[in-house]
């Protein structure tokens, strides 16, 4: 078969490896290849040499190859009536390292193979909360240099891997200015008090899963407070370093990144939510501030889901009554509450967000999420208990107080009875709004029946998310001089989801619907500035696609020229506005009429579009996405010169 027709017949490509698939579910199962370790993928069958990838295909091979040892092995399970964990444990026939089978029991072997770091011992079909509770009772510590027991993993795969050396090395795809005595390493009061303070200030607004209100740091399991350091640190200086020089900020960030992972790896009596809130929170460091390769991200992302769900975090939770007659006890009642549902609505949304810029597959339905929408925000930041108490009281007067998500998502759909939805914070309608967008790319892609792009009910996903608008985006106060409707940067995120959801309504990802699997936000920039350096499509220069993207496009533009201070920016808008300059500078290529003029650029001039996009995200400089974004710009005008 020809280059040509091998492209046409097998569309979705691996960016790691090049291979070519004919189906995206394909490619998608392909691609948690590269997710994994290389331990992981050598999976060794148990009366000869083969290896497998995937534990199904060491199974088929069993089957076929080893038939008659499959049948002895159901038949002893049958015969002793054990429990597949007692089993696991004790009763599995006992092969040799090269193969062969020698008939020594499984403790024998396992005696054998204890002192390597990298054995594996494998466990049969066993449930995740079995997993869960023999992995608590490995003998385990916290020091570097230690044996620890990655529970990511064992959630992961089912298995218990014992890394050896530091958890750098078991992590190389961070740099990290641990030292040995990091072990037992915890931040200084000041480094506390001034970390918190930055979160607050520059993170909270688009995690808003921790009442500021009610917050105390005393009482905050040091797996979260750390957690939160590696974020906030991002934005300030380290207030111990003597000379405060300008990268203390982002070492003392690193080290609490990893003394955090590492306590979170040995810790048996950590909270699940308080859990899930820091693997939320070190994913955001890991992808967008250090913006490391997406294994490790990706590793944690799969640990706290699979915790939400083993714990029972995906549940409804109401708000407990009580006889208290304190206001104080009931405003806490209310803020854990709330806390909880916040936090499932984040794993929700970076679950998305992983998807829309990785193409990586979602691992969270929007059927799982079984709680009501966020109350409205005055509420969550009442800053005192008779504040919010008067908020309830007057709320209480206007209609329904709650709505579930499922069922906003449903009603969103169908567009029924909107008029009569209880008020409920725009963040939450980011999770609707994502989940509307994702559908959109799921229904989207190669059809090897009619060898077409599908845009099956797109009108239908095009006129909810329409629907959405006065939702997620509402009224600002005005911002002169460049547009009363741009919001400032702390205030970005809601709006900005959406006009990312409208763009890839009417232009999707030439990476996704190419299948490409992306591996960091920076292969993810290099991809996108290469793709908008090939010849302009035509069809994005036709002028009826033109007209279409353009409200779109301008918002980006409008809101980079007049966001001078970025510092209270998600990290991902930044990406959004770079997306959408890219579409903005191929439609100046293409001779599109106005496509830039809302921010001064003229018709037809590259040049000048790119140093405008200079100016505006060098105000981003301080963080690693926006030297990223610098970088591809360089290449940008570098290419235009050859």
């Not at 079984?370 to 925000?377: E, F, S």
Request: aromatic share 8%; net charge negative; hydrophobic share 35%.
């Amino acid at each position: 078969m020809s280059i040509a027709s091998r492209t046409l017949y097998q569309p979705f490509q691996c960016l790691i490896c090049q291979s070519r698939f004919t189906r995206h579910e394909n490619l998608k199962r392909h691609a948690l290849l590269h997710t994994r370790s290389h331990d992981e993928l050598q999976l060794s069958c148990d009366f000869c040499t083969a290896t497998f990838s995937r534990p199904d295909l060491r199974k088929r091979h069993m089957k076929r190859k080893h038939p008659e040892h499959e049948a002895r092995r159901a038949e002893k399970r049958v015969q002793r009536g054990v429990s597949t964990r007692q089993w696991s444990e004790g009763g599995r026939d006992s092969v040799s390292q090269e193969g062969s089978h020698d008939g020594r029991s499984q403790k024998a072997e396992n005696d054998q193979t204890r002192g390597s770091a990298s054995a594996w011992r494998d466990i049969r079909s066993p449930s995740i909360s079995d997993l869960m509770q023999q992995a608590l009772e490995e003998p385990r510590v916290d020091r570097i240099g230690q044996d620890v027991v990655d529970l990511q993993m064992l959630l992961d795969t089912g298995r218990i891997f014992r890394p050896s050396g530091s958890i750098e090395q078991h992590s190389p795809g961070f740099t990290s200015s641990l030292s040995l005595e990091d072990g037992s390493w915890t931040p200084s009061p000041l480094q506390i008090s001034t970390g918190c303070a930055l979160f607050f200030a520059h993170v909270s607004h688009f995690v808003p899963f921790l009442h500021q209100p009610t917050f105390d740091a005393d009482q905050t399991p040091l797996h979260l407070l750390l957690s939160m350091l590696s974020l906030a640190f991002q934005y300030g200086s380290d207030p111990d370093s003597d000379e405060q020089a300008p990268d203390s900020g982002a070492l003392l960030s690193a080290r609490c990144f990893h003394r955090a992972r590492a306590l979170l790896t040995s810790s048996s009596t950590a909270s699940p939510l308080s859990t899930v809130q820091s693997y939320l929170l070190l994913q955001i460091t890991s992808m967008m501030y250090l913006c490391s390769e997406s294994h490790h991200t990706l590793q944690m992302h799969s640990a706290s889901i699979s915790l939400a769900r083993t714990s029972g975090l995906m549940q409804r939770t109401a708000l407990e009554t009580s006889t208290s007659t304190s206001l104080t006890t009931l405003w806490h009642a209310f803020a854990s509450a709330e806390s909880h549902k916040r936090t499932l609505f984040a794993l929700h949304q970076i679950d998305a967000l992983w998807y829309q810029f990785l193409s990586v597959p979602r691992s969270i339905s929007h059927l799982e999420i079984k709680h009501d929408l966020p109350c409205p925000r005055e509420q969550w930041a009442a800053a005192s208990a008779e504040e919010w108490a008067h908020g309830q009281l007057i709320r209480g007067q206007t209609g329904p107080q709650s709505l579930q998500y499922v069922d906003a998502v449903r009603r969103f759909l169908s567009q029924e009875s909107l008029v009569s939805l209880p008020e409920f914070d725009p963040y939450g309608a980011i999770n609707i709004a994502q989940f509307l967008i994702s559908s959109a790319r799921e229904i989207s892609g190669w059809s090897t029946m009619t060898g077409m792009l599908s845009i099956d009910r797109f009108g239908a996903l095009r006129s909810s998310l329409e629907t959405l608008h006065p939702f997620i985006c509402p009224a600002h106060p005005p911002l002169p001089p460049v547009s009363p409707s741009t919001p400032p940067a702390q205030d970005a995120l809601c709006p900005a989801t959406w006009q990312t959801a409208m763009l890839e309504l009417q232009i999707w990802s030439p990476a996704h619907t190419s299948g490409i699997i992306q591996t960091s936000i920076s292969s993810l920039l290099a991809h996108s500035t290469q793709i908008h350096l090939s010849p302009s499509p035509q069809i994005l220069c036709e002028e009826i696609t033109a007209q279409a993207i353009k409200p779109h496009i301008d918002w980006f533009l409008t809101y980079l020229e007049s966001t001078v201070d970025a510092e209270g920016e998600a990290p991902w808008v930044a990406v959004y506005a770079y997306k959408a300059f890219l579409i903005a500078w191929q439609l100046v290529r293409g001779g599109v009429e106005g496509a830039m003029r809302v921010v001064g650029v003229h018709d037809g001039d590259v040049r000048g579009a790119v140093e405008w996009a200079r100016v505006v995200f060098a105000r981003r400089e301080r963080r690693e996405v926006g030297r990223m974004v610098l970088g591809c710009l360089d290449r940008l005008a570098t290419d235009m010169n050859t």
